[in-house]
């Protein structure tokens, strides 16, 4: 126990759409949005498209993984938007919604900034807002 790691975030272990278990704590690299979604929503969809896919284009080759996690929407048509989008970061499903709770997730889409020793929970998740926060950590 004494020499166990302590982490400023909570930390989740959810399947991917192969069904692959992924950790959060296992993705962290500088800086990781943690991003929540619901793929029923066309709102969030169109989120990934025109702010999550050119975050990750900006700053992903500099150090930023993004973990999504898709609430309550079933889980085929989270698998069936995930492939559409042929999104690159890492998409996790959470059937239980226990993440959502952890997060104190009051609507979607939302994001945690984890980078360095701090995890912030982020009260703005536009394009700009986002390049500002995660340019702050990388």
């Given amino acids: ?5 302590e982490l400023d975030y909570i930390d989740m272990t959810l399947p991917n759409v192969n069904g692959t278990d ?12 943690v991003v929540f979604w619901d793929c029923s929503d066309a709102l969030n969809k169109i989120y990934n498209l025109e702010v999550l896919k050119p975050l990750w284009d ?10 999504q996690v898709n ?9 069936r938007v995930v492939d559409e989008q042929k ?26 900034l984890i980078g360095g020793e701090v995890t912030e929970r ?6 700009q807002a986002l390049r500002t926060a995660v340019s702050k950590v990388l």
């Fill in 122 to 127: 982020l009260s703005k998740v536009d394009l």
């Fill in 58 to 67: 900006e700053f992903h080759s500099r150090g930023l993984q993004i973990y």
């Fill in 87 to 112: 999104m690159p970061w890492i998409n996790v499903y959470d059937m239980s919604g226990q993440s959502m709770m952890n997060y104190a997730v009051t609507e979607v889409p939302s994001a945690y």
């Fill in 71 to 79: 609430l309550g929407a079933p889980k085929a048509d989270w698998a």
């Fill in 22 to 33: 992924v950790t959060l704590s296992s993705s962290v690299l500088k800086a990781t949005l």
């Fill in 1 to 5: 126990i004494n020499s166990a790691g």
